[in-house]
Structure formats: C-alpha cells, structure tokens
C-alpha cells in the first residue's frame, strides 16, 4: 500500500519483507522421499505416446469435423460462416496440440537434466529427437540451461531472464535524496521522470509482453536477447565458441545445430508435398504456441516483484533454487483449465521450484516432492507459490518488474515509479552451505 506525503511531494509504500534463506541444500533434498528421485525410461516413454497420441487424435478430428463444415451438413446463413468456423476449429486445434506439444518439450527437457531415465545415452539420445522436433539445439540448450541453474537469480552467472539494471534501461544515476535505495520512497519528481523513461502506454503494455511471447524463443537462442548481458554482442546458441560452453561442448553444439538443420529440411521438404496451408494449420501453429508456452512459463517462474536477484557475496545454489515460483498454469481461467494445463505441460509451471531444488526428479514424480518441500519451506516464510500463470498476469508482470538498482547485494524489481513491492530481510547465521548440488554440464 501506497500513501502519498503532500507536503513533501513523497510518496512511500509499505514493502512486504521477504526472508533470505540460509538453508543448506542437502536440508532440503533429505525431505524428499528417496523413491522420487528413481528414474524410469519406460515410465517415462508412456509420456511422449499419450502426448503423441492426443496430438494425433485432436488433428484426426479435427480433419473429421472440418470435412462435415459444408452446406450439406449445416445450414448457416452466410457463406463466410463456413469459413469461420473452419478457421476457428483449426485455431482450437493448434491450441490443444500445442499445450502437448509443450509437454512434449518438458519431456524432452526433461533428458537434458538427465530425469528421463537412468542412461545418459537414452537420456541424450531421446532429448536429441525430442527438442529437435520443436525447433531446439538439444545440448546447445541443455548446456546453457545447466548453468542457469547453478546461478539462478545470479546477476552476473545466471543465463536468462536476467534483469536489466537502471544503468541498462538509461535512467539517472540513483539519488539518496530523492529515493530510497530499496525502493520505499521516491519523490514525485523522481516519479515523473521515471514514469517518462518507462512507462507503459495502455496499447504498450500489451504489445510488450505479445511481442516477447511471439518471438522471445528464437532472440534468445540466436541474439542472447534476456540473456546475460556480460557476453558479447553476436553470442547465440549456435556458436561452439559461444562464452557459456567449453571447449568439450564444440562437437555437441554442432550436433545439436545439425539437429536444427533436418528439422528446418522436414519442414521444407513437407511444406513443398503438402503445400504450406496444411503444414502451417497441421504443425506451424502448433509449435508456435509451444515457443508462446515456453516463454510464457519460464518468464513467470523468475520474473516476479515478490523474487530476490542475487549478486555474488550473497547468492547460495540454495537462494538462487528459491528465487522461483510455482505458478497454475492457466488457473486464471478456473479449475478444469488449470488442470487442462497442469497435465498438458506436464506440471512444469507447478512444481517448479522443487524442480531447481533437484533437477533429476522425473515430472510423475514430483507432485509428491513439491508437496514434502512445501512443508519443509512453509515455517521459513518463502514466498514459493505465485500468481496462475497467463495473459494478464504476463501483462501484469511486465508493468512491475522495470528494473534493479546497480548497487546492493540483494535486489528487487522496481516498477516505473522507482517503488519495490519487496526488501530483504537478511539471516543472522552465516552463509549456507552449498553442498549437496549436482549440475550436469558435460
């Protein structure tokens, strides 16, 4: 809550506290039962048929239905309406099969945190088919993502969604008296300058974060574009010689662009077979509403007012880990859709923080973690369990989170008016112990 000093012309708001965490990791992993972390590739292959299958099945009748859309069948008053509503059961289509298709990229990623079975061949080899399918380099991917996790919420290690700070967005330096460095206090002066160097206009505010779900995807793997901003200009996921890999990774990377180069020839070669219309309704749409997923999900799992960003003498793999949210994906919209979309992606936006917790955990087996862990963490007073995950809380999202400050060891984001919804409560113990991670890069 907000209230604004008149005679000052200051307005300052009533931050909510968040608690540091000091909790060693190995704490954390030991309240897990010890049969969520088996891995099985049979279990675990029954998820990509019933995908495939519910993908296969929904493009069957669709074809069905849309055959029956003649005026032999229905009588609709204009011959337009024929045409919607082809359209529109083609565009429900697209819809559905690309929440499995997303399911299908959580299996996959699945493999490149090696969950998916207890061989790292299967596990490589199944993720290299998989994440092709749609359009990702496997271990270009699986290597940087590696090491996302080891430094989430990192400001200088972590490889995506990193903020921008308001030396990056060009605002004034910070001023002591006009603003308070957690973000309790900014004068309207500061405010109006602020507002003008950020602000959202009703149209902007919607256009930014479509325009981040359309297209997020690819700048990210091809410009670095929400990555991290101490590589140079030109790194992409391409590149063997790309700052994130080592030189062991160089043969992997070609690999997983020569993975990228057939799934872009099938697409070629299918499109000139069956014409472009039948690939774009059948395929097209349907991964470009995985690539909308995927951001939309991984965007909201980090990008929150209620998260901490760390810079090095205070970030633990611990914080990082809990510098995350679960979210309902598309609970906004109710019950069964929030079902819909649990089971669709596999319940890769709700059991998310566990899934940093431990990486290795198979998805059937982490509803059951997530709910040990959410009682070891719910006396801490952890913010773990955010907002449903969809459109308006994209737009919501993008309207808070502005920018951090340059300074400072714990950061929240600001909103366009220099004001942050949280601040730091730090722990009295020393740092936590980190010991206990496992982070596969090879």
């Not at 608690?19 to 029954?46: G, N, Q, T, W």
């Not at 996959?108 to 998916?116: N, P, T, W």
């Not at 008016?417 to 722990?427: E, N, Q, S, V, Y």
Request: aromatic share 12%; charged share 15%; with cysteine.
């Amino acid at each position: 809550m907000a209230r604004k000093d008149d005679d000052e012309k200051v307005t300052v708001v009533e931050q909510g506290v968040y608690p540091v965490p000091d909790i060693p990791i190995k704490e954390l992993l030991d309240s897990i039962p010890a049969h969520c972390f088996r891995r099985s590739a049979f279990r675990s292959s029954l998820y990509i048929f019933w995908d495939l299958f519910v993908i296969v099945a929904s493009y069957k009748a669709t074809q069905y239905l849309d055959a029956r859309i003649t005026p032999a069948n229905l009588n609709l008053p204009s011959p337009y309406l024929y045409t919607a509503a082809s359209f529109a059961l083609w565009s429900l289509y697209g819809f559905w099969a690309g929440l499995f298709g997303t399911g299908l990229w959580v299996i996959g990623h699945e493999c490149g945190h090696q969950a998916f079975s207890e061989s790292k061949t299967i596990n490589n080899a199944v993720g290299l088919v998989l994440h092709s399918a749609v359009g990702v380099p496997y271990h270009s991917w699986r290597v940087s993502h590696a090491k996302h996790h080891a430094s989430t919420g990192h400001m200088t290690q972590d490889q995506v969604f990193v903020p921008s700070t308001r030396s990056e967005v060009g605002l004034p330096p910070f001023d002591p008296a006009r603003e308070d460095l957690l973000g309790s206090r900014v004068t309207e002066e500061v405010k109006k300058e602020l507002w003008e160097a950020l602000g959202d206009s009703p149209i902007g505010a919607i256009l930014s974060p479509a325009s981040y779900l359309i297209g997020g995807w690819w700048l990210y793997i091809t410009t670095n574009a929400s990555g991290q901003a101490r590589y140079p200009k030109g790194t992409n996921h391409f590149n063997p010689n790309a700052p994130m890999y080592a030189p062991h990774h160089y043969n992997q990377v070609i690999l997983s662009t020569f993975g990228i180069l057939v799934w872009l020839a099938a697409v070629g070669v299918s499109i000139n077979h069956w014409g472009f219309l039948e690939v774009f309704r059948t395929y097209l749409v349907p991964y470009l509403w995985i690539n909308h997923w995927l951001v939309l999900i991984t965007f909201l799992q980090h990008t929150d007012p209620l998260l901490p960003h760390y810079r090095a003498p205070e970030f633990t793999f611990a914080r990082g880990a809990l510098a995350t949210l679960d979210r309902s994906l598309l609970g906004d919209l109710g019950s069964v859709a929030a079902w819909i979309g649990s089971h669709a992606t596999n319940g890769i936006s709700e059991t998310h923080v566990l899934h940093h917790i431990s990486s290795k955990i198979p998805h059937y087996h982490a509803w059951e973690a997530s709910a040990a862990l959410k009682k070891k963490l719910a006396s801490a007073g952890i913010p773990i369990e955010g907002r449903p995950g969809g459109w308006a809380e994209m737009i919501r999202v993008f309207k808070e989170c502005k920018f951090v400050e340059d300074e400072g060891d714990v950061v929240f984001f600001k909103n366009a008016f220099g004001l942050a919804k949280m601040k730091p409560r730090m722990p009295e113990s020393g740092t936590a112990s980190d010991s206990g991670i496992e982070v596969d890069t090879k």
